[in-house]
């Protein structure tokens, strides 16, 4: 296969942005069909793509002619989508999170278990960012010696519209969850989530921010803060304390301006600029692997036991903070890179 027929379900934001970089800027895959239950995103982003419209989901899974799914629905709906994909035995990109709730993500590991092949990779994109890789590298060469404590901030300008609590957690802190595991190299055994001053600026209902904080089995310490309703920019830090040394996440980087007695530099308010080069190298790694038949990457053992560490952050959450055991499971061979 010289090039990848792709299908996409889901045409909101960042389905727009996949569908636009699938087309125009990565090689060999073409977009050729997409789906949302909003027919008319569905029609604003075909043409943008110059392709074809599928009335549902089951249109684009089920077609000979399309070889690899792309999945940018809303989060309650990845679960099903990924199941029909594996039903078919199609390759499938998802994006984060792979179910809400564990038990959606261990059906899912089942199924594909049962099927034979491995076909999802997870959107955990911040494996790929320039930043966090060159943080692994010095980690992983020793260069601050072992770890020892991980400050994570994760900062949204604005929650958006029907955002819950939950989603604080299953789609907001699920990167941070996903990413430190990878980055220490450390399976998680205990969780914890703090809730305390509410910042004026959340909506009703809503106590931001948020702090989970993760226990590796090895003992390393992390804090992750989640604040949806920052409102001055789109910030992530992250910061490894080792034995002898840190290492920091570098911000993306803007020209130095000094103007009205202030100096300072421009900051993304989203995380589409943010994370644009993440993107486009996690996608065009899964067009390359996907044309040969391979999945690497974020897997669904990597969905899952994120999942499996948010349903336990939320628990803690609501039992007002107590520590809880996480129990993960070993890593089947089956879901070893
Ligand atoms: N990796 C990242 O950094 C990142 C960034 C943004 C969003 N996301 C994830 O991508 C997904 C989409 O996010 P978004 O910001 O584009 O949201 P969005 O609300 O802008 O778009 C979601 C789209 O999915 C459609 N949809 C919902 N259920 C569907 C279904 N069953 N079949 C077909 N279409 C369906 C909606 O009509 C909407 O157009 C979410 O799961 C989100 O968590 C990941
Ligand atoms: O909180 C948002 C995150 O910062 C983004 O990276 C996306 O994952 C988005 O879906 C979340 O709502």
């Known amino acids: 296969m010289n090039e990848l027929r792709v299908g996409l379900i889901g045409c909101g934001a960042i389905g727009k942005d996949h569908a636009l970089?699938?087309?125009?800027?990565?090689?060999?895959?073409?977009?050729?069909?997409?789906?949302?239950?909003?027919?008319?995103?569905?029609?604003?982003?075909?043409?943008?793509?110059?392709?074809?419209?599928?009335?549902?989901?089951?249109?684009?899974?089920?077609?000979?002619?399309?070889?690899?799914?792309?999945?940018?629905?809303?989060?309650?709906?990845?679960?099903?989508?990924?199941?029909e994909c594996i039903e078919h035995q199609k390759f499938v990109f998802c994006e984060k999170p792979l179910a809400t709730e564990a038990k959606g993500a261990e059906e899912i590991i089942r199924?594909?278990?049962?099927?034979?092949?491995?076909?999802?990779?997870?959107?955990?994109?911040?494996?790929?960012?320039?930043?966090?890789r060159q943080m692994k590298e010095i980690i992983d060469g020793g260069g601050i010696g072992a770890p020892l404590l991980v400050h994570c901030a994760h900062r949204n300008v604005a929650s958006g519209k029907g955002?819950?609590?939950?989603?604080?957690?299953?789609?907001?802190?699920?990167?941070?969850?996903?990413?430190?595991?990878?980055?220490?190299?450390?399976?998680?055994d205990s969780v914890r989530c703090l809730v305390g001053r509410t910042s004026k600026e959340a909506p009703d209902g809503l106590r931001d921010p948020q702090m989970a904080l993760i226990r590796t089995k090895s003992g390393i310490c992390i804090d992750v803060e989640i604040f949806l309703n920052a409102r001055f920019g789109y910030d992530?830090?992250?910061?490894?304390?080792?034995?002898?040394?840190?290492?920091?996440?570098p911000d993306p980087s803007y020209p130095p301006i000094?103007?009205?007695?202030?100096?300072?530099?421009?900051?993304?308010?989203d995380w589409s600029i943010r994370f644009i080069e993440a993107y486009d190298v996690e996608l065009q790694e899964w067009i390359d692997n996907t044309i040969q038949g391979i999945t690497a990457g974020p897997n669904s053992w990597d969905g899952?036991?994120?999942?499996?560490?948010?349903?336990?952050?939320?628990?803690?959450?609501?039992?007002?903070?107590?520590e809880i055991k996480l129990n993960t499971p070993?890593?089947?061979?089956?879901y070893q890179n």
């Open 21 to 83: 970089r699938i087309q125009n800027k990565l090689q060999r895959a073409r977009i050729v069909a997409v789906t949302d239950v909003v027919r008319e995103s569905a029609e604003k982003v075909a043409q943008l793509c110059d392709c074809t419209v599928r009335d549902t989901a089951t249109e684009i899974i089920a077609d000979p002619e399309i070889d690899a799914v792309v999945v940018t629905a809303w989060d309650p709906a990845h679960k099903e989508l990924v199941l």
């Open 111 to 132: 199924t594909e278990m049962q099927g034979g092949n491995r076909l999802v990779q997870v959107g955990f994109m911040r494996r790929y960012d320039k930043g966090y």
């Open 163 to 188: 955002v819950t609590e939950d989603f604080m957690i299953t789609q907001t802190c699920i990167h941070e969850i996903d990413l430190t595991k990878w980055l220490v190299d450390d399976d998680y």
């Open 236 to 249: 992530i830090q992250c910061q490894v304390v080792g034995e002898r040394g840190t290492v920091n996440l």
């Open 258 to 269: 000094r103007t009205e007695a202030m100096k300072g530099t421009q900051l993304c308010t």
């Open 304 to 322: 899952y036991i994120a999942a499996l560490t948010a349903d336990l952050l939320i628990k803690s959450r609501d039992e007002g903070g107590a």
């Open 330 to 334: 070993e890593r089947p061979v089956f």
